[in-house]
């Protein structure tokens, strides 16, 4: 099959003309390495979910990476605690491509929460199977989580956040996961005030932990330039490769400043 554009959805450089990501996984690596939690915010297509996939891959030999896509669940997941519950651990089952990365006695917890046969479902009892799971793993756990805006009207997605924000305080003596990366089109680091009543407006954000995202996730016209170069080398159309570049460049940081 001929690679091809894609604006649909996710890219692969086997199927797809693309440009290289190199740079920006290096960047976020960086972060991760040095044990960050943060959030990657953008507005649609541009490129989160495809980084997001292409740094699992990039991640995988140094890292255990949980990666998740919160649009998979619908909005019964995140009805009460026990459903959250649930869904998260059958997602992370589902997620992990070694499942003997995980402890048996965590699979078999967190099956038991995924299939309801454990009526007991509270995000503190999931957590403390996370935590135990991140204390044995061999590699360290990142979790990275893709379109939680898909949450962010939802309360048990708060509780969820002060869970992660809990552990990331007492990480010297509850291991936890190395690193949580959360993706959205919004900023979540307000989310309390969307949610909580109005008396509770000054208590702290469950999301204050993460670190600012300085990673530059536009494309230079370089960068753009060799993908055009590309296309070029299978069709030979003539196009003026700088020009071309030029153009997509600056629709780009139309787009950028229409966000922002």
């Avoid at 199927?15 to 953008?42: A, P, T």
């Avoid at 299939?115 to 199977?129: A, G, M, P, V, Y």
């Amino acid at each position: 099959m001929k690679r091809y554009f894609n604006i649909e959805g996710s890219c692969h450089p086997d199927e797809h003309y693309m440009v290289d990501l190199g740079q920006r996984l290096d960047e976020i690596k960086i972060m991760i390495d040095n044990k960050k939690y943060f959030s990657i915010n953008r507005s649609r297509q541009y490129g989160k979910t495809t980084t997001l996939e292409a740094l699992s891959e990039y991640l995988k030999e140094e890292y255990t990476v949980i990666s998740l896509d919160f649009q998979m669940l619908g909005q019964e997941d995140f009805k009460s605690e026990s459903a959250f519950v649930a869904a998260f651990s059958r997602e992370v089952l589902m997620a992990v491509s070694e499942p003997e990365s995980i402890p048996e006695d965590v699979v078999k917890k967190l099956t038991d929460f995924a299939e309801e046969t454990d009526t007991n479902r509270k995000l503190s009892l999931l957590f403390l199977q996370l935590s135990k799971w991140c204390r044995e793993s061999k590699n360290p756990v990142v979790l990275m989580i893709d379109e939680v805006d898909s949450a962010s009207n939802n309360q048990v997605f708060l509780d969820f956040l002060s869970q992660l924000r809990g552990y990331y305080l007492h990480r010297r003596k509850r291991p936890t996961f190395h690193s949580v990366i959360l993706a959205g089109v919004y900023d979540i680091k307000n989310l309390k005030h969307k949610i909580r009543p109005d008396e509770e407006h000054k208590t702290n954000s469950p999301w204050n932990v993460c670190a600012k995202f300085e990673v530059e996730m536009s494309f230079s016209t370089e960068a753009i330039g060799k993908m055009l170069q590309d296309y070029e080398d299978d069709f030979n159309t003539g196009m003026n490769i700088q020009k071309i570049a030029n153009l997509i460049y600056d629709y780009e940081a139309a787009e950028k400043v229409a966000f922002l």
